[in-house]
């Protein structure tokens, strides 16, 4: 009988996000590799025999975070779990794998994607005064400095560096285990077609023309960087290359800003926004270059979705993906989404259908695509939960003696 093993999220809603999407990912690979897991989460719309909701009866769409913990602490009074692997800073579980990276860290990232010191500078003196972000970020804080608290499970080097810069955690506590995906989710052809056509005739091109479409998905777009993608677009159009740049937009941000930029700058008929979409895979088969100059990501995993698609990719230093592809090899990684001339030259570069396709072959021959699974995450942690489970005997059995 493998581990009993209890995941905490807040809210399990595969339309909110990565992290819910990451968390049902891991939960069906860790059951696949022969662990009993559970997910315990505060709200919850989707129904699954191993989901518990534990908060479904407070109002609102959010739970403080005290009334969660206070939940927890009833169910696990009733309820024995051999691991408890939290998302959320909670000092009790043995595991602290947070999807969004520290709290410390995307305070001050937001922060710069708004690329104007006075507001950067309003933004992080204001952080706190979202209650809820402030209560979690004190929760963080007192569990880093807790030297017995949980082993922290850092989804990218980038992550952990975090926790080291920000709370000084002891190296020996944090354990790197870069994030996966479910990499066996394939394209609809017949609704790929579909795009590829609808695509063709919003942008005015066809088939025969020497299009390069560069993709970017995000839902926050101040933060993933459209801003200077759209300014990069702008110096690549100008370049001579032999095939023609084209932006694929596709995610529930706010599109008029970015389009009134595109049409400053006179992109707009290179750019089209295609708001969100259900399956990102489709959009991928069609594309030809997966592109997120973000400000922030502990771990995209659209950047991932890319290279499992065998997609070379275009992102920055501040992208934990940067851990699973090689620097001019499987693509590019920025220095900065504010270097627009550098991101000009990735972007140039890749309408080279010839770098295209070497990064493509290398993607494959590297087999970047089992290296990103959810399934080398799943054994990854269960090594880990191994190593705790010892140790926790050890402690009993010292008590004993």
């Not at 093993?5 to 059951?31: C, F, N, P």
């Not at 992208?319 to 140039?348: C, Q, W």
Request: some cysteine; hydrophobic content about 40%; glycine content about 6%.
């Amino acid at each position: 009988m493998g581990k009993k093993i209890a995941i905490i999220i807040e809210r399990i809603d595969t339309g909110l996000g990565g992290a819910e999407r990451s968390v049902i990912e891991l939960a069906l690979a860790l059951s696949a590799l022969g662990a009993q897991v559970t997910i315990l989460a505060a709200k919850g719309q989707r129904q699954a025999e191993n989901l518990r909701i534990l908060c479904g009866d407070k109002p609102g769409k959010r739970t403080c975070y005290f009334t969660f913990a206070k939940a927890l602490a009833k169910h696990l009074s009733q309820n024995h779990y051999d691991i408890i692997h939290s998302v959320l800073p909670f000092d009790f579980a043995d595991v602290y794998q947070p999807r969004g990276g520290t709290y410390a860290e995307s305070i001050l990232r937001n922060a710069a994607s708004y690329q104007n010191r006075l507001i950067g500078s309003y933004k992080k003196l204001t952080a706190f005064a979202n209650f809820r972000r402030a209560i979690l970020m004190r929760a963080e804080r007192k569990l880093c400095e807790n030297p017995n608290g949980p082993t922290i499970a850092a989804i990218s080097q980038y992550v952990a560096q975090q926790f080291k810069q920000h709370y000084a955690v002891d190296a020996e506590r944090i354990v790197v285990i870069p994030n996966g995906i479910n990499i066996n989710t394939k394209a609809n052809a017949i609704e790929a077609d579909r795009l590829r056509c609808q695509i063709l005739v919003r942008l005015g091109i066809k088939e025969t023309d020497k299009a390069i479409f560069f993709l970017f998905v995000a839902n926050n777009f101040r933060l993933k960087g459209l801003s200077a993608l759209i300014k990069a677009m702008h110096l690549a159009v100008g370049c001579e290359t032999a095939n023609v740049a084209f932006l694929i937009v596709a995610g529930s941000g706010k599109t008029p800003r970015y389009y009134r930029l595109a049409e400053k700058l006179n992109v707009h008929k290179k750019i089209i926004f295609l708001g969100p979409v259900k399956h990102v895979q489709d959009l991928l088969s069609i594309s030809d270059v997966g592109v997120l100059p973000t400000f922030y990501d502990p771990c995209s995993r659209f950047i991932l979705e890319a290279l499992a698609a065998g997609k070379p990719v275009i992102t920055t230093r501040f992208n934990g993906a940067t851990d699973l592809f090689v620097d001019n090899r499987h693509g590019k990684v920025i220095d900065s989404p504010e270097n627009i001339s550098s991101l000009a030259e990735a972007i140039s570069y890749f309408t080279d259908t010839n770098n295209i396709r070497k990064a493509s072959e290398v993607i494959r021959a590297d087999n970047l695509k089992e290296k990103i699974s959810v399934n080398r995450v799943a054994k990854e942690l269960l090594s880990v939960y191994d190593c705790i489970s010892r140790k926790k005997s050890d402690r009993q059995c010292m008590q004993l003696s």
